[in-house]
């Protein structure tokens, strides 16, 4: 054998090998389009409601707490009032004390909304309820007060 036989054997067995390898490293072939998916949900701004639900003897004073979650979407104007009341006469007084994050923002009443101004973000809102019944009530009467909210861009 000659020099260029040995040559061209040697050549042929690396060109051999080297097929063999990007052979091997070009087998394995793997392609998913799902290995994370994200899902979620995206919660509109506004206020969830409640319902105070009491029992007054004539005459009797309540006072009860109930919590609003509130989600802002921007800086806003948020305006808090009364916006119907049932049966009023069944009441001597009445007033809502708005309390946001340990801070009275203020209370309403039939002839004050409470106003105030909220960066975006998350937030509970507690409702004091205080009612005092009147003491001239001389039947079971029901009463009704719904607040009411505004808000809009500051």
């Known amino acids: 054998m000659n020099i ?12 051999l090998l080297l097929a063999s390898v990007q052979f091997a490293m070009a087998a394995w ?8 998916e994200v899902q979620g949900v995206v919660h509109p701004g506004g206020f969830t409601s409640t319902i105070i639900n009491v029992e007054l003897n004539a005459g ?29 006469t069944a009441l001597e007084e009445y007033n809502v004390t708005v309390i946001i994050g340990n801070e009275v923002v203020g209370t ?6 409470v106003t105030t101004t909220l ?16 003491v001239d009530v001389s039947e079971e009467t029901t009463f009704k007060i719904t607040i ?3 808000a809009e861009a500051a």
């Open 148 to 150: 009411g909210v505004r």
């Open 29 to 36: 072939y793997y392609e998913k389009e799902n290995i994370v």
């Open 108 to 113: 309403i009443t039939s002839s004050q909304n």
């Open 4 to 15: 260029k036989h040995k040559q061209l054997l040697m050549a042929s067995a690396l060109l």
């Open 119 to 134: 960066p975006q973000g998350e937030y509970d809102i507690v409702f004091q309820v205080n009612l005092k019944a009147a």
């Open 60 to 88: 009797q004073y309540v006072s009860k707490n109930a919590t609003v979650h509130a989600i802002i979407p921007q800086e806003s104007n948020v305006e808090f009032y009364v916006s119907s009341v049932e049966n009023e």
